[in-house]
């Protein structure tokens, strides 16, 4: 069974930019999450996705925002880009309706460095 | 705002020697615990977890103990190898059912053979 892949793995972007992040979860799960990694701040949550509706939100400001399609696919996009942004972006599916009592499966994540 | 606070920061040990990593977190309603392994160039992998109406739970060399009282809880690792080197993250839930987890800050733990 193929694991959670992100889409692209590495990306470099300037300030001002806008970038869009892939995400394809385990077949058949439905949940959605996506998550900040920082050296100096660990894994923060940005948003989690059930049945193409945003269930919650971690605090960030509204440039960064997602969606979930049909087939469970998910994309999170960040528009103008500051430098504080570079980070590694992780996305983890969940078999389960509930990524909170559930096992989530990370993808490798796209690490995206900002110029 | 909820938090979870993981110590220490980083961790080295000799080969099977016992690494202990510990956790408090701030949410009483918090009722599900796991912890996560993160080797270099991978995203993090589930290593075990633990449910409020269990104190202690154990799989082999890794251990983990809940003190609900407290609001802690701690991952103990026996008999330790170089494989086991990489970073370590505690969670727990916040939000309910609905909700998500709040991670900690993670542990580089360091296993010199």
């Known amino acids: 069974k193929a694991g959670v892949t992100q889409t692209p793995r590495y990306l470099i972007k300037t300030r001002g930019q806008q970038v869009t992040l892939s995400c394809s979860p385990i077949?058949?799960?439905?949940?959605v999450s996506w998550y900040q990694q920082t050296p100096g701040q660990g894994l923060q949550f940005l948003f989690e996705y059930f049945s193409e509706t945003q269930r919650n939100k971690g605090n960030f400001p509204g440039r960064f925002s997602g969606r979930q399609f049909s087939n469970s696919r998910s994309e999170m996009n960040v528009s103008t880009l500051e430098l504080g942004d570079s980070a590694l972006y992780l996305c983890?599916?969940?078999?389960?309706?509930?990524?909170?009592?559930?096992?989530?499966?990370f993808g490798p994540g796209t690490r995206l460095t900002v110029l | 705002g909820e938090n979870v606070e993981q110590h220490p920061s980083t961790l080295s040990v000799q080969e099977g020697d016992s690494a202990v990593i510990k956790c408090t977190y701030s949410d009483s309603a918090s009722n599900y615990f796991p912890w996560y392994k993160q080797e270099l160039g991978k995203g993090p992998q589930l290593i075990i977890d633990?449910?409020?109406?269990?104190g202690e739970k154990k799989d082999q060399r890794i251990a983990v103990t809940l003190n609900k009282t407290a609001k802690h809880f701690s991952l103990h690792i026996t008999e330790t190898q170089p494989e086991d080197s990489a970073v370590y993250f505690c969670a727990a839930t916040y939000g309910g059912s609905q909700g998500n987890l709040i991670f900690g800050k993670g542990t580089k733990l360091s296993v010199k053979p």
């Open positions: 983890a599916s969940t078999l389960g309706e509930s990524p909170a009592y559930n096992e989530q499966f």
């Open positions: 633990i449910r409020s109406n269990v």
């Open positions: 077949s058949g799960h439905r949940s």
